[in-house]
């Protein structure tokens, strides 16, 4: 079996775990604090605040720019459904903007129209939430210049995309963001396990962050409403909760950081062989924009649904009774039967229904070699009835 995304977890990530094993402090020792530092050192962001996961990492997002009842939030309906949960955990309404069929990204002229309508009926979002799918970043720029427009805040869910570039500058520098917001779940670049961090550049940001993330407590006297007590003293100050990351998935964190480049370099050589592959198939390969590296966390092609002589579904299904692991990324959110309520018109969503149509994620991680590549391919190109033939 070949999976769609694997883990690369060798000897020294181990040793690192068990040097925490072996330490005084399993939770909040000082393991936490250093991979902070270490992502914002990677990312270029002033600050980072890690979590126990990258949905955790979005919900106190929304919440640390005041995100509540009323307010709409934006984002991508190609997504994991922790993109918009997050704001339904914050009882604000959630709506969707159509993507754009090279990128898969949100689309900046829908965005835009769907700003203007909004705009006359008074229902402009609070904060927007582009998704950089497969590990490209979004159009940020544009979008950015829309937030300054239409006045919204920006996070941005690079769960997919931490080693992308954009513009020369790493994505999680938050130049054109309030938050950038990374997953360590163990498919992703690097991981902890389960594990989350935001970064952003705003140290009031950064305040509520730690604070939602720990109870809604600070030890900080200048933010407490009195003078302390003691030095035991601590103030709650609003509702958070325990969304912490503790210090053995840090120091795994930590170790897997050191080897980010050498697995995202190793992540687009295994696309480039793949785009090589497929040149002269019917099959549409990613396409990396200008001013963009990505880090390649899926690869996603998409069978282009005209009546040729296979479809995806065909193909899904070939690979799957081949034991090669592939996925759909995603199901539109507002498909799911627990988003039925809110009455979305999929006409609203022209792209996403194509590209939900078309799609396949193949296999894509640093292990992966090159005969297994060939394997996935020679797979997809066998004609039907053929299943013997590898
Ligand atoms: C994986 C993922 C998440 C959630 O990450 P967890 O760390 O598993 O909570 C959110 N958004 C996107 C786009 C993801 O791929």
Redesign the pocket.
Known sequence: MIPYGKQNIDKSDIKAVVEVLNSDFLTQGPVTPEFEIAISNYCGSKYSCAVN????A?HISCLALGVKKGDWVWTSPI??V??SNCALHCDANIDFVDIDLESYNISPIKLEEKLRQAEKIGRLPKVLIP?HLSGQSSDMKEIFKLSKKYGFFIIE?A??AIGAKYHDQKVGSCKYSDITVF???PV?IITTC???ICTTNSHEIYNKLCRYRSHGVTRHEKEMTKKPDGSWYYEQLDLGFNFRLNDLMSALGISQLKKINQFVKKRNEIAKYYDELFKNVDVITPKVLKHNYSSFHLYIIRIPNKGNKFSRNEIFKKLKDNGVGVNIHYIPIYRQPFYKKFNFDYNEFFNSEKYYSEAISIPIYPGLKNEEQRFVFNTIIKPEGFQNLF
């Open positions: 996961s990258a949905s955790s979005l997504s994991f922790a993109s998704v869910d769960s997919h997953s360590f779940h992703k389960e594990g989350g």
